[in-house]
């Protein structure tokens, strides 16, 4: 297979984990090999340069679009200007592998998948999270018929994070953003399933230096009837150790704390534990294995930007929910709420939530 150079836009706290994994003897199959740094910062570029012994190192984006060693680009930009450097690098010829949240909005989402294919690169988006060991073993489970049918989902992640300085301290877009989005691309990939509707509410509570909310619920029904719930907390004096996820299904249930994953039958007693640990570089060197992989054979990438729609969708809809009160619709497909910039009309049928009196249908 081709060695293809991999060239890194942005050297931020996130690059640490991209270079550690990619720098790994055995992590790229010897396919892949990064060639260059490029950030506007020259200090943090050439820390970085000289930390993982890149010697090209680049502080403008142009100068990285023209090298002609670079095949492939990672954006770990932040989320606003996402849309500005990944469609000039699709239109300079280059393969991109994106961080989450893929885009700032939805709209900007669709427009790099639509530059993808219109100049005929490869777009992905780096959801680590789908490989994590826990993950993969809870998808192993799953897919084997371990535990039936999965009929609903609820995940609290609750910690401490008061951000330092840096664009996650001035954003509107916080913990559904920066976290959430893992969790919610995490349904789509255990369930194999698109969201149905979306409810959320955020709030931020003052108690962080950050602008934007750092408390979150959300609501996603799957087309399928599946039901997910999602609790993202930045400020929990717990720490992570309330930190669990419970998947019920038809014959029996799953439970994921730390590294242990317990399975519950429908009889008492039987059940049974599992270990699921592993190295968390290792993740961001497995998204790019996938780009490269697909690169090479002509296809396209688990991981892939139109794939990751899906996932902004649902992040969008609990945007648009938190904001309005809304239950949000999303299409058919799974793919947005809206063609208009207004949600989806109601079908007739009024949302659990909303006969609760928590959201009216989106309208």
Request: net charge negative; with cysteine.
């Amino acid at each position: 297979m081709t060695a293809y150079g991999i060239g890194l836009l942005g050297c931020g706290r996130i690059s640490e984990n991209h270079l550690r994994g990619y720098r790994h003897a055995a992590a790229l199959d010897g396919v892949g090999e990064i060639v260059a740094l490029c950030d506007a910062n020259p200090a943090v570029l050439e820390q970085q340069a000289t930390k993982h012994e890149v010697a090209t190192q680049y502080g403008r984006l142009e100068d990285l679009a023209a090298d002609p060693r670079v095949d492939v680009v990672t954006v770990l930009t932040p989320p606003d200007v996402r849309c500005q450097v990944v469609v000039p690098l699709l239109e300079a010829g280059k393969h991109v592998l994106v961080e989450k949240p893929f885009a700032h909005t939805l709209e900007e989402a669709r427009e790099m998948v639509d530059a993808a294919a219109a100049n005929h690169r490869l777009l992905a988006v780096n959801q680590n999270y789908r490989w994590r060991a826990d993950t993969l073993k809870l998808k192993e489970l799953i897919d084997s018929g371990a535990i039936g049918r999965v009929v609903g989902i609820h995940q609290l992640h609750a910690m401490w994070r008061d951000e330092g300085p840096g664009w996650r301290r001035t954003t509107d877009y916080l913990a559904l953003a920066v976290m959430a989005v893992h969790w919610l691309d995490r349904f789509r990939w255990l369930t194999g399933d698109e969201g149905a509707t979306v409810y959320a509410a955020t709030r931020s509570t003052g108690l962080l230096q950050s602008k934007g909310e750092d408390w979150a619920a959300v609501t996603v029904t799957f087309q399928h009837g599946t039901i997910a719930q999602l609790t993202e907390d930045w400020c929990s004096a717990s720490r992570h150790h309330a930190d669990s996820l419970l998947i019920d299904a038809t014959e029996g249930s799953l439970v994921a704390k730390g590294t242990t994953i317990t399975r519950y039958g429908r009889r008492q007693g039987d059940e049974q534990q599992y270990e699921a640990a592993g190295a968390f570089p290792s993740t961001f060197a497995h998204s790019m294995r996938l780009l490269l992989q697909a690169i090479a054979e002509g296809g396209e990438p688990s991981i892939s930007g139109r794939d990751n729609l899906g996932t902004m969708a649902l992040l969008d809809g609990a945007y648009r929910s938190a904001a309005t009160g809304d239950v949000i619709r999303l299409e058919p497909n799974g793919i947005g709420a809206r063609s208009n910039g207004e949600a989806l009309p109601p079908t007739g049928a009024q949302h659990p939530l909303a006969a609760a009196g928590g959201a009216h249908v989106a309208h």
